[in-house]
Structures are given as structure tokens and as C-alpha cells.
RNA sequence: GAGCCGCUAGCUCAGGGGUAGAGCAUCUGACUUUUAAUCAGAGGGUCGAGGGUUCAAAUCCCUCGCGGCUCACCA
């Protein structure tokens, strides 16, 4: 209580407040509140209703909700509270409530919880409102909210203090339930095609079915480090070993790299297999899902992403990462080529390669450097190279090239997918080049995961493999430039003063 | 990791060498259909932190912190 100098006076102001309201007898955290109707509920109902019909026949109503404007005017005065779906408008007069429920009413502040019974009418300018006969504070704010006409602006305190964005913001509350809804749709869609929702773990003793490097943190009874997944894949194939055909998670993935307006520590993946597909199914699969969401959630598949306007109606164009390349920069990277060549070709049109990389690295920095960002309606690309594709099953027809698919829209990943290896053998080596690759110095290539391996040994039967970054995919259909935006607690750095 | 920009009252922002400003919010008063209510008055600041230059620093310089954007990294 000795702090109590230090306090600001808004702070000193609700500290006065709550003691007098505890003096009057008043509990300022009240306990269960019973309502019978919400914002929503009153505004479908009533909204209708001409002034005069609501005078006729008035509808007694309960309501709650964080008090978010008041505008008093001597004997009486108005308010806005704010629940989940809206607002409302509530009127206060002294004749109405009595002078000690007014004085109350007088004390109140912006922030405040409250509960009200009153009955149902409309304002002589036609705004549904609810004019009140009973008042009672739910729950005291001891802190005042941000300016109630500018909101929060400061981005660095909207996503450290998310629930302050979220009372004030209304676009943020709505992006967050349409990520809600979009995951919700998501899930929909599998079960009806269905696949079985599974979950596995998130530490893992090897990290592995991704290119990354993994938080690694430690298990003290078992004496053991343990590393945070960067991916679901290898749990979900051995279910497809196990014999759950068709196999689906949404969950959160860890990667030890930066951040950015595209990228968060910790990210939702939906990964799901399917036995006995392979990667055209696949691709019919992710364009129907995609499509199909958008249509349910946002009601169109014709959306609009920083002013580029994409129709995400299926099908999709599907090309050749080497055709794709060719397209854009006119170089051919199909004839057989030396290592060498390849980075000539490079070095000739203004591809940084390293010295170490073979033909198929210098295919995928064609692409990632030339071609990706030109890829605005979605496009699958295709036939990614083996080197940079350790998971996948060679292409029969060219064993340089993979079957590998990634989605482009808006110039981003936004799904990556095989025809799964089953062979074990093949499996094998590739981890064992993966593991040459990070002798060499590249500490996110892959580990070998002998246990998966013993897995596969057993069997596994032809497969169909999707990732889809479920928050860029947010990103996408709420028109998010950061990845920030879409998730309710974005990682930041600890402040020091606090 | 690099570059640029930002950090001033609870919130939104002005002020860029001469000792701190506005609107909302807060406090006091008036007002019984207002809605960014209005009117009258009052209080509220370690100007991100630390150091330096100067008679004098929110302002100029240096270091640091946090944030944003761009680039690099992220196949």
C-alpha cells in the first residue's frame, strides 16, 4: 500500500472508486451473472421492430458486457457495452434505477464489467438500446483502456497485450475468429473425406521430416535432451505403416530460426497421408480443400491479397519447376549437365550459388531466386530435385527430379507435398547424404532416424503427403501483411524495464 | 546479423537547443433521447535507459534496450 504515491491519478481514481463501492456493500467482482440474451441475440430479434412496437409490447431483457463509452447528461445518460458480438446501447435514468443504483451509474468507468435488466426500445434516431431498470457491476477495471475513437495503435503493445487489441480493435477480434472458423473448416473437410485426426509428439528425440534447426531443451528424469519437432512427418508415417490409411494432425511446429513478418518460433502445420495416393491426388486434394474453405468462410474463392486479387477456383496450373524456369528467365536446365555447368549457367544470369552445390541445388535457386515471386494465382510446381527433396520418391521417368510438389500464391509457399519414399533402402541413402551434406557444414540438413528407418523396413505402402502452413494460409484469406496479425501472441523479445 | 524509421501524460499525437503541449481519458460542477454528447474549471510527465557536448538538452552526439519495415538467413 506504501506504492500508492507512485500511482498515476487514473490509476488512483478506480482504487478510490473500488473502495467506495466496497463501503456501500457492493462486491466490485461479483460472481455469476444469468442472462438471457447477448448483443446478437437483441439485434436479430429486435432490430426490426419500429419504435413504436417495441413501446407496445417492451421485451425484458438481461444483459452483460464490458463497459465501453458513456455519455451522461445530468439525470440520466447513456452507455455502450460491448460483448463477444457487438455492442449495444443502454440508457440510464435516475427515475428508473433509483438514486442509489444512479449514483453507481455515475461512478462507473469505461472498462468496467457490467450486468443489466431493462427492457428492449429505440432511440428517437432509431438505435436499438436498452433502456435499464436494473444495475449492477460485474467487475471493476482498476486500468483505463486505450482512447475509445483512435483504439490501440502502437503495434509493439497490441501484440504484447493482445486482449487490450482484441477489446478495442473490432478487425483484430474479427480475424482471430476467422481463424477459428478457417481451422474449424479444415477440419470439417478431412472428417468428411475421412481422415482420422491424430496427435503425436511435439519432443522429439531426433528432429527430422524437415530442414531445420530445432530449440532443444531437456528432460531431467530420463537425463536426456530432447528437441522441440520442426515437423510431424515421420510420426505420421509410421500410422501409415501402422495401418491408419488416411491420417491427418494441425499442430505446432518449432523452428530455431528468425523472425520475421513471415515467420514465428512456433507455427500451426496441418500434415495429413494417405495410403495409396500419390501426387496428383494430392494436388486435386489441396486445391479442393483450399477452395473449398474460402467458399465456406469467406464465400467466395475470388480474394484479394495487397491489392493482388487471386481466384483460388480449382484447377490449378501445375508445372515443371525446370519448365517454370524456363519460362521466366529462358535458360533450360533439362539437357544433362556437370555440377559445374549448372553453376555457370548460374554465375550467367545472375543466380548466387555456392561452390559446393550440385546441379539440383542450382535448379532450386533458379526457382527460389527467379521464379517464385512471379507466381501470383496458385500454381503447383513440380518435380523439385532429389538433393533437396531427401523424403520424396524419385521420378521414374528423370531420377534427377523428385515427386515433389510446392504451392505458390502471392509469391509464398503455402503447401509442400510428395509422393511418399517407401523405399527403405533408398531411404537410407538419402538420410546417409543428408548426413554428408552436414558433415560438409549444413547444419539443417537431415539426421538419419534409425528407428524410422526399422519402421519402414517393415512396409510401407505407397503414399500421398501434404503440408500446408495453416498461418500463412491465414495470412492469405484475411489479407495479413504479418504473420503477427494472425497469431493471437506473437514471440517477442523480453523487455528489461519490466 | 545489416540498413532505415520510431519510443513525449493511461491512449492518440504535436513540439527538433531556452526549462512540457493538444484531443480523448481522469477529477469538480451544469445538463432526463445522447452517440467521437456538450459547456465551465482543475490535476496529471524520469520526454525508452545511460553517458557526453552546452550557460542551458525532449531537441545535438555516443552507447544500449524495445519495436516496426526492408534486406540477409529460413533449401
Redesign the pocket.
Known amino acids: 500500500m506504501s506504492q500508492e504515491v507512485d500511482l498515476?491519478?487514473?490509476l488512483q481514481?478506480r482504487r478510490e472508486?473500488l473502495k467506495e463501492l466496497r463501503e456501500q456493500g457492493i462486491n466490485p467482482f461479483g460472481a455469476r451473472y444469468e442472462r438471457t440474451h447477448d448483443t446478437e441475440k437483441i439485434r436479430t430479434l429486435y432490430s426490426s421492430l419500429t419504435e413504436e412496437e417495441l413501446e407496445e409490447k417492451p421485451v425484458p431483457v438481461v444483459m452483460a458486457g464490458r463497459l465501453m463509452?458513456?455519455?451522461?447528461?445530468?439525470?440520466?445518460g447513456?452507455a455502450d457495452i460491448q460483448d463477444f458480438n457487438g455492442r449495444i446501447?443502454l440508457?440510464v435514468?435516475?427515475?428508473n434505477v433509483g438514486d442509489e443504483e444512479y449514483e453507481i451509474f455515475k461512478?462507473i468507468?469505461?472498462g468496467d464489467f457490467v450486468g443489466v435488466e431493462g427492457t428492449v426500445?429505440k432511440?428517437?434516431?432509431g438505435?436499438l438500446?436498452i433502456k435499464v431498470t436494473k444495475f449492477n457491476i460485474l467487475s471493476k477495471a482498476m486500468?483505463?483502456l486505450?482512447?475509445?475513437?483512435?483504439?490501440?495503435?502502437?503495434?509493439?503493445?497490441r501484440?504484447r497485450q493482445r486482449y487490450l487489441d482484441l477489446i478495442v480493435n473490432p478487425e483484430v477480434r474479427k480475424t482471430f475468429i476467422l481463424r477459428s472458423k478457417i481451422v474449424q473448416t479444415i477440419r470439417d473437410y478431412l472428417d468428411g473425406e475421412s481422415y482420422l485426426e491424430v496427435e503425436t509428439p511435439t519432443m522429439h528425440s531426433i528432429p527430422g521430416g524437415?530442414?531445420?534447426r530445432p530449440f532443444i531443451t531437456h528432460h531431467n528424469a530420463l537425463n536426456m535432451d530432447l528437441y522441440m519437432r520442426i515437423a510431424i512427418e515421420l510420426h505420421l508415417k509410421r500410422l501409415i505403416i501402422g495401418g491408419f490409411e488416411k491420417v491427418y494432425e494441425i499442430g505446432r511446429v518449432y523452428?530455431n530460426?528468425?523472425i520475421?513478418?513471415?515467420?514465428n518460433p512456433e507455427f500451426t502445420m496441418l500434415e495429413l497421408y494417405a495410403a495409396y495416393d500419390d501426387l496428383r491426388d494430392i494436388m486435386s486434394l489441396t486445391e479442393n480443400l483450399i477452395s473449398s474453405v474460402a467458399e465456406k468462410v469467406l464465400g467466395t474463392t475470388e480474394i484479394t491479397y495487397e491489392d493482388k486479387k487471386v481466384d483460388l477456383k480449382p484447377s490449378w496450373r501445375r508445372i515443371h519447376m525446370v519448365d517454370a524456369i524456363k519460362e521466366v528467365t529462358g535458360v533450360d536446365l533439362w539437357p544433362e549437365m556437370s555440377d559445374e555447368e549448372a553453376r555457370k549457367l548460374a554465375a550467367d544470369h545472375g543466380v548466387?550459388v555456392k561452390d559446393d552445390m550440385i546441379y539440383g541445388h542450382v535448379v532450386?535457386e533458379f526457382f527460389?531466386q527467379k521464379v517464385e515471386e512471379t507466381l501470383v494465382q496458385p500454381t503447383f510446381i513440380y518435380g523439385h530435385p532429389v538433393v533437396?527433396?531427401?523424403l520424396a520418391k524419385k521420378d521414374p521417368s528423370d531420377n534427377r527430379f523428385s515427386d515433389r510438389f510446392e504451392l505458390f500464391i502471392v509469391g509464398r509457399e503455402h503447401a509442400n507435398a510428395f509422393s511418399e519414399l517407401n523405399d527403405p533402402i533408398d531411404q537410407r541413402e538419402r538420410f546417409e547424404e543428408q548426413m554428408r551434406e552436414r558433415e560438409a557444414g549444413n547444419d539443417?540438413a537431415q539426421i538419419i532416424d534409425e528407428d524410422f528407418l526399422e519402421a519402414m523396413e517393415y512396409g510401407m505402402p505407397p503414399t500421398g503427403g501434404l503440408g500446408i502452413g495453416i498461418d500463412r494460409l491465414i495470412m492469405l484469406l484475411t489479407d495479413s501483411?504479418?504473420i503477427?496479425d494472425v497469431l493471437l501472441f506473437?514471440q517477442?523479445?523480453?523487455?528489461?524495464?519490466k
Open positions: 498515476t491519478d487514473q481514481a472508486k463509452a458513456k455519455r451522461r447528461k445530468g439525470k440520466a447513456f446501447q440508457y435514468r435516475k427515475d461512478r468507468d469505461i426500445f432511440t428517437h434516431v438505435e438500446s486500468r483505463p486505450p482512447d475509445k475513437f483512435h483504439g490501440l495503435k502502437d503495434v509493439e503493445q501484440y524437415a530442414a531445420a523452428r530460426e528468425g520475421d513478418t513471415k515467420h548466387a532450386n527460389e533437396i527433396s531427401p539443417e501483411a504479418s503477427r506473437p517477442m523479445r523480453n523487455r528489461e524495464d
